[in-house]
């Protein structure tokens, strides 16, 4: 929901939940009626709105009904699989001809009320809910109970209807837990009506995708009970190579669309490369490439992911990857003793060089800034500057070298210099707004000069000259996202001895602790608070490998691995075939 700059959305939250906690109150002694078609009227009270205080209350206030001698109902199956999961005897909850969805019309919900309707083909009213209907609502985050955490991932998750979800409110304590707590809902289904509560309106939106699956998945009837669900990490996305090959608006768009109902909360676009610069620019026009988005088209990306709780990540690599810029100004680029240039390197002591950089960033991060998925962010990439995969990088640049000692103090290195230009990039992103990513060969051991301590390291290899162990940057400290080549890496045309991955290989081998190779993080380094989440990466080394559509084909089935994984760490319950068919089956396909 789009709202004016003057008023933030979060205060209208805020405000939205205050009003929820006293109408609770209210409601806990007025009720709305209900029931379902095997309702006892002796147990439900009346059914008519002027029958007073004799009215049944909340949905989620009222006491579960006895499974008596009935086989529990499975667990809704979605994915990402639900965590935890009460079932409840009752008939549970089918969309009909009267059913509407019910919220309030003026409250921060209304968009998701609008979204669901159009969906399931129903209508939206102000309530009060009655018997068929499903209603949206904020709680505040003590009503919303905790999910189980399934951060050290060493034994296989526990079936959903094994109660396992422990009572109470867990309040935010690391970071990264007031994501998962705004991402987290509470789905009811009683007495011939459903009801979804979330604290933001994110975890709300989360319930109506596990409602929309659960109905494509059954027999277009939700089961009776308690769903208790969110996130084990707040990021969760995949990342587009759009430098390399032009993608249109639409087909970034669709991605998007697919990472949400995954409950994907986060789309990276690497528009910034050797091979092209794919978004206008009024800065900089020189280096925009032929084929390009245009500032609308991203905004309406941009507002289109908002709207599905997806933040859209923007990168311009650097010092490295930066071919179409030094086309438009070849003085940047990075020249060593022996006349060699670098493919894509530009000289960091060059004047000019970081004016350019920041002219961009401050072009582009406000076309993203906005606060879905734990936003805004900015990618500075810092991968393969060349100047670092060499063994001498001081006497190869001696021009580097000298720069670094003259800004940094004798015994300062290429490497410090480097170090400091990324920090530089770092702060002109943090003025913008934006939490700062980088990769994680844009880090380095040692040095006079120290990356910033709260720069997100995003680790994607640890092949290269003087690689570092992803527990390194864990033990430092540092906040990590895994985006493990081995498993999450999908490069067109499979060159370098890549392979395109399999969503199996993911599903059963993969997990946000399995950082580098096939290899474990330990689990006290691996936790949530540790290791953020994870990410699938389409890279277009080999541009015309794939089309797009065979890309989106391609990809499918990993990107469902990749969400079930990086929700729930542990060993997933279903084998991977029956995973697979429920992969079509919630896509309507």
């Not at 709305?32 to 049944?56: I, K, M």
């Not at 609008?114 to 102000?126: K, P």
Request: proline share 9%; glycine share 10%.
């Amino acid at each position: 929901m789009r709202m004016p700059r003057s008023v933030s959305k979060t205060t209208i939250i805020v405000a939205a939940l205050a009003v929820a906690a006293a109408l609770a109150i209210v409601l806990a002694v007025v009720g709305w009626p209900g029931g379902d078609d095997d309702s006892d009227p002796a147990r439900d009270g009346p059914t008519s709105a002027s029958a007073g205080p004799s009215q049944p209350p909340p949905l989620d206030a009222r006491p579960p009904r006895s499974l008596g001698s009935a086989d529990p109902p499975p667990a809704p199956r979605v994915i990402p699989a639900v965590r935890s999961y009460e079932p409840e005897g009752g008939p549970g909850w089918r969309p009909g001809d009267d059913s509407r969805v019910v919220v309030d019309r003026k409250g921060p919900l209304a968009d998701e009320a609008d979204r669901l309707a159009r969906e399931l083909g129903l209508t939206v009213a102000a309530g009060p809910p009655r018997r068929g209907d499903i209603a949206l609502a904020l709680r505040p985050a003590s009503a919303i109970r905790a999910t189980p955490k399934g951060g050290d991932d060493r034994g296989p998750a526990r079936r959903p209807d094994q109660r396992s979800a422990p009572r109470g409110a867990r309040a935010p304590e690391r970071p990264g837990e007031d994501q998962i707590a705004r991402e987290s809902y509470v789905l009811t289904v009683r007495d011939g009506q459903a009801l979804i509560t979330g604290s933001a309106d994110a975890g709300v939106f989360y319930g109506t995708r596990t409602v929309r699956q659960a109905l494509r998945s059954g027999d277009g009837r939700l089961p009776a009970g308690v769903v208790r669900d969110g996130p084990d990490r707040p990021q969760r996305g995949l990342m587009i190579d759009t430098a390399r090959k032009h993608f249109t608006a639409r087909w970034i768009e669709d991605r998007v669309r697919e990472a949400a109902e995954l409950k994907l909360n986060q789309v990276g676009l690497h528009f910034s490369d050797d091979q092209g610069f794919r978004i206008e620019s009024t800065s900089h026009p020189e280096i925009v490439s032929a084929q390009h988005l245009t500032k609308a088209q991203v905004r309406r990306v941009v507002r289109l992911a908002e709207g599905l709780h997806v933040a859209v990540i923007p990168e311009i690599d650097s010092p490295g990857h930066l071919g179409t810029v030094i086309r438009a100004h070849p003085s940047l680029q990075l020249r060593g003793a022996d006349g060699s240039a670098p493919r894509g390197t530009i000289d960091i002591s060059a004047p000019g060089a970081a004016r350019i950089l920041d002219d961009l960033l401050r072009e582009f991060a406000p076309l993203f800034a906005t606060d879905a998925g734990g936003g805004p962010y900015w990618h500075l990439g810092g991968d393969e500057y060349l100047a670092l995969t060499v063994r001498d990088p001081e006497n190869t640049f001696p021009q580097l070298a000298r720069h670094a000692e003259r800004r940094y103090g004798s015994g300062a290195r290429v490497q410090d210099l480097a170090t400091g230009w990324l920090n530089d990039r770092a702060k002109a992103a943090r003025a913008a707004g934006a939490r700062v990513k980088s990769w994680n060969d844009g880090l380095f051991r040692g040095g006079v000069v120290h990356a910033d301590k709260d720069r997100e390291v995003e680790y994607w290899t640890g092949k290269e000259i003087g690689a570092r162990q992803p527990e390194e940057y864990l033990r430092e400290g540092r906040p990590v996202i895994n985006v493990n080549d081995e498993y999450l890496y999908y490069v067109l045309g499979e060159p370098n001895d890549f392979t395109y991955p399999t969503g199996r290989r993911i599903y059963e081998e993969w997990s946000p602790r399995v950082l580098r190779g096939s290899g474990s993080v330990p689990a006290a380094l691996g936790g949530r608070d540790r290791v953020l989440g994870g990410r699938f990466g389409i890279w277009c080394d080999l541009a015309d490998a794939q089309t797009p559509e065979q890309i989106a084909r391609g990809i499918r089935a990993p990107l469902r691995a990749l969400a079930q994984r990086v929700w729930d760490p542990r060993e997933p319950r279903e084998p991977w075939a029956r995973f697979a068919a429920l992969g079509e089956q919630v896509a309507g396909r």
